[in-house]
C-alpha cells in the first residue's frame, strides 16, 4: 500500500504543479519524458520514505542548470506538503516533508550560496 500512496503523492503533485502558474511552464520546459520523469521521482521518495533501493542517483545534480529560481522552492513547498498530507498517512507525510523541505534548503545552498 505505501507505494501506490507514494506514486499517487508523486502524480498529484505534478497534476497540480503542471497546472501552477509560475511552476508549470517550468515543468514543461525542464522535463521532456514525464512517463521517465515520474518513475524515478517515485523511485526516490520509495527509497526516501521506504528506504528501497530502487533509487541509486543524487538528485542535486540534476537540478543544477535548468534555471530553477529561489522562489520555485517555496512555490513547490507550498503545493508539496498539502498533497504528502493528503496522500500518505501522517507518519509517511510529516517524514516526506521533512525531507522536502531539506531538500529544498540543501538545493538553495548549493545553488544560491551567495544570496
Known amino acids: 500500500m505505501p507505494e501506490s500512496q507514494i506514486a499517487n503523492l508523486v502524480r498529484l503533485f505534478y497534476e497540480r504543479a503542471r497546472l501552477h502558474p509560475q511552476l508549470g511552464p517550468f515543468f514543461e520546459t525542464a522535463i521532456t519524458d514525464w512517463d521517465h520523469h515520474l518513475r524515478v521521482v517515485e523511485d526516490f521518495w520509495s527509497h ?3 528506504g528501497t533501493q530502487r533509487y541509486k542517483g543524487h538528485p542535486f545534480p540534476a537540478h543544477v542548470d535548468i534555471g530553477i529560481q529561489r522562489e520555485h522552492f517555496d ?3 507550498s503545493l508539496f506538503r498539502p498533497t504528502a498530507i493528503e496522500t500518505l498517512p501522517e507518519e509517511l507525510a510529516d517524514k516526506a516533508i521533512a ?3 531539506h531538500m529544498a534548503e540543501s ?3 548549493g545553488l544560491f550560496p551567495f544570496d
Open 107 to 109: 538545493f538553495r545552498a
Open 48 to 50: 526516501a520514505l521506504l
Open 75 to 77: 512555490q513547490w513547498l
Open 99 to 101: 525531507r522536502a523541505e
